[in-house]
């Protein structure tokens, strides 16, 4: 398919739907790492490491590591764009830019793996919700001119 030829008719919506699936990724994948570090280290109180998650911040002040660490809402940003962005390829069925920009985002991460296979997986989970809720919600509301 052309990507020239594709629009969305409630562009405003589709914006704000995506601005919220993302920010439900976000809870999703805080909630997570939060129930991880209150397991592991009992110091941290769930609910004050999920603000401070949700916000960017590490879920601990003064924490060292790469699960303590804040990413001060970068990859709440990433996520949005992919859910702008996403849909697009999907419904033209440029599934090979998706591929290649998941493969390169897990990439340049690989060193972190090994730091912490549940990064890892909460990497995984943020990517399949991503993919499958762009798929099943946004990817309908792309449309293609004759």
């Known amino acids: 398919m052309n990507l020239s030829k594709a629009y969305i008719e409630h562009l405003y919506c589709f914006a704000f739907l995506a601005l919220g699936l ?10 997570l790492k939060c129930y991880e570090l209150a397991v592991v280290s009992s ?6 490491c999920f603000i401070r998650v ?3 911040l590490p879920a601990k002040s003064g924490a060292s590591g790469a699960e303590e660490k804040g990413e001060y809402l ?3 940003l990433l996520g949005f764009l992919e859910f702008l962005i996403y849909p697009v390829l999907m419904a033209a069925g440029l599934w090979t830019y998706i591929g290649a920009w998941v493969a390169f985002k897990t990439a340049a991460q690989y060193r972190h793996w090994g730091e912490s296979r549940s990064m890892f997986n909460r990497f995984l989970a943020g990517n399949a919700l991503v993919l499958i809720l762009s798929f099943l919600i ?7 001119h004759p």
Do not use: D, Y
């Open 54 to 56: 949700i916000a960017g």
């Open 43 to 48: 110091s941290a109180g769930f609910w004050t």
């Open 22 to 31: 993302s920010f439900g990724v976000r809870v999703v994948l805080a909630i």
């Open 74 to 76: 970068s990859s709440f």
């Open 138 to 144: 946004l990817a309908p509301r792309i449309k293609f």
